[in-house]
């Protein structure tokens, strides 16, 4: 389900921050995020069961602050805002009235949770690999060196010189996908879109 979504998953937007490799698409998304300071976008996840047919879908808004700042917000089916700021994450969801808190510290090893905060060398951590195109864009792989990251790999996929979706098989067999459209580049964002409190009444449970 989607209210279990994986913490690997939901920060490996982070992963791509400081790829550097030969190949083209990897030197094209180097590229596309060496120059965004800042980035919003609309995004539709889709979650595959083992069958590799959809199973679920969620669709929201996406925003970025480098260094260290995200916020995810799942509008439909159901909302959820996943918050990155001053070395925490933030989960609530709404329908539970629920909010847990976690650490960017070096206790997620190698997951892209550390990525984001620019203090992991991604060829240190990651294998790359161009994976030729699907769905019209062009994949790059990071399969984590470290066997105990929770995941099996992630998938970059660049639309042109754009990002335009990503893919996380964990070590459960969860498959899923996101796609990214209506990008907006270095735009000044609001602080307060990552100054996460929690609302009144929730449960408030950190780790």
Do not use: C, H
Request: glycine fraction near 8%; proline fraction near 4%; avoid cysteine.
């Amino acid at each position: 389900m989607l209210r279990n979504l994986s913490f690997a998953l939901v920060l490996s937007i982070a992963a791509i921050a400081n790829v550097a490799a030969d190949e083209a698409p990897i030197n094209r998304l180097k590229s596309f995020l060496a120059a965004s300071a800042s980035l919003a976008a609309d995004f539709k996840q889709v979650s595959f069961d083992k069958s590799g047919r959809p199973a679920q879908s969620s669709s929201g808004k996406f925003y970025l602050s480098r260094p260290g700042k995200f916020r995810w917000n799942y509008l439909k089916p159901f909302e959820q805002e996943i918050v990155s700021n001053s070395g925490k994450v933030w989960f609530y969801d709404a329908d539970l009235e629920q909010v847990t808190v976690k650490q960017l510290d070096d206790s997620l090893g190698s997951t892209p949770a550390l990525l984001l905060t620019g203090q992991v060398d991604i060829e240190e951590k990651f294998v790359l690999q161009e994976q030729g195109q699907d769905e019209g864009m062009n994949w790059v792989k990071l399969s984590p060196k470290n066997e105990d990251s929770g995941f099996k790999y992630i998938l970059i996929g660049m639309n042109g010189n754009q990002l335009g979706g990503m893919e996380l098989s964990d070590n459960f067999g969860q498959l899923t996908r996101i796609y990214f459209s209506n990008i907006q580049l270095n735009q000044k964002l609001d602080d307060s879109l990552f100054n996460f409190k929690p609302p009144k009444g929730a449960d408030v449970f950190e780790n």
